[in-house]
């Protein structure tokens, strides 16, 4: 039988050897120093199929096209969860770095089947400023 002054340490210990940086879910500090002033793509996790991409402003606002079909979003973190609103509709997602350009999406517990891709950084600017 495992005994609890045990149960501590062997947590912790599970804690250190963990690898830091890829396949961590994302705080809301990692969140707001990633996705705000970056562009992303991916295909839905609605439909598995319609493409998107997303350019995410730092002001909270976004704008992107799903298909061919324009679209503005808000943006906002909240619990280490990124939120956005369509006015259509709404979601959260907890964001696993898997990679510097591969974010995984998970709704709760659940991993979504698509990922996003970091197409531009938020700390490249483009050349027209």
């Given amino acids: 039988m495992f005994s609890r002054q045990y149960a501590l340490p062997a947590a912790f210990a599970l804690c250190l050897a963990a690898p830091a940086g890829a396949d961590e879910i994302m705080s809301a500090e990692d969140l707001l120093?990633?996705?705000?002033g970056a562009v992303l793509t991916g295909i839905s996790n609605e439909d598995g199929a319609t493409p998107w991409v997303q350019t995410y402003g730092r002001d909270g606002q976004a704008k992107g096209v799903f298909?061919?079909?324009d679209y503005s979003s808000s943006w906002a973190v909240r619990r280490d969860l990124w939120c956005e609103d369509w006015g259509s509709g709404s979601g959260c997602w907890r964001?696993?770095?898997v990679d510097?350009?591969?974010i995984q999406p998970y709704?709760?517990?659940r991993k979504l089947q698509n990922?996003?891709?970091i197409q531009r950084h938020s700390?490249?600017?483009p050349a027209n400023g």
């Fill in 100 to 102: 510097e350009n591969t």
């Fill in 123 to 125: 700390d490249t600017q």
């Fill in 67 to 69: 298909g061919a079909r």
């Fill in 33 to 36: 120093a990633t996705i705000p």
């Fill in 115 to 117: 990922v996003w891709t």
């Fill in 95 to 97: 964001l696993e770095r």
């Fill in 107 to 109: 709704h709760g517990d």
